[in-house]
């Protein structure tokens, strides 16, 4: 279990990535397109290096954001995973993949996982803002998301951090039970992120 500062002091031992997008509620379409992302990107990244975890649920069968860092950790073992999540989540486990974690009580009802509440970066996103003040994020991969998502893409901005978007399908259309279909248009299958994110 990591404080915050020891937190910082771990992740300045390498390079520091971030990877948001698509959680429960819209998880991803197809696990190859997914897997290929995954191996595409981390062809740039340094060995040793580090990412932010920020907890969703690692499940293959119910594929989100989470399922991609079990993917990054099987692909790429020498990345250290760290996890930032709240301390009402401790119940629910930690991930074999995660080298340690940052639990922290710094977030309200109104803003439980993250994004932008009353213009202020708050809970899981207020903690990789701070992250970054203390030791600069490399560059931040964004595979498709939901609406703080497209929060965190403009405070990414703000800060000048390198980023990489994904066009990726999503499996549901935001709710996590209408499976988006191939007659869908392109913009549904996306997402909110779509021509949003460039």
Not at 1 to 11: A, N, P
Not at 19 to 43: A, D, H, M, P, T
Not at 68 to 92: H, T
Not at 130 to 139: D, E, L
């Amino acid at each position: 279990m990591l404080t915050f500062s020891k937190l910082i002091k771990e992740l300045k031992s390498g390079n520091i990535y971030m990877l948001i997008g698509n959680g429960s509620k819209n998880q991803f379409r197809y696990l190859s397109n997914l897997k290929q992302i995954v191996k595409g990107f981390l062809k740039n990244v340094p060995e040793q290096s580090n990412f932010l975890y920020f907890g969703d649920g690692a499940n293959k069968k119910k594929p989100d954001v989470g399922y991609a860092f079990q993917l990054i950790s099987e692909i790429r073992p020498d990345i250290n995973i760290y996890m930032v999540q709240i301390s009402e989540a401790k119940s629910w486990g930690v991930p074999k993949f995660v080298n340690d974690v940052y639990w922290h009580s710094d977030y309200t009802k109104q803003c439980k996982w993250g994004g932008i509440y009353n213009g202020k970066p708050c809970s899981n996103t207020k903690k990789w803002v701070n992250v970054n003040k203390r030791a600069k994020i490399n560059k931040v991969f964004i595979l498709g998301g939901g609406k703080i998502t497209l929060d965190e893409y403009s405070l990414i901005k703000k800060a000048k951090i390198e980023y990489e978007y994904f066009e990726i399908e999503r499996r549901f259309s935001g709710d996590g039970k209408t499976k988006i279909k191939d007659s869908d248009t392109k913009s549904k299958k996306i997402g909110i992120t779509y021509k949003k994110i460039k």
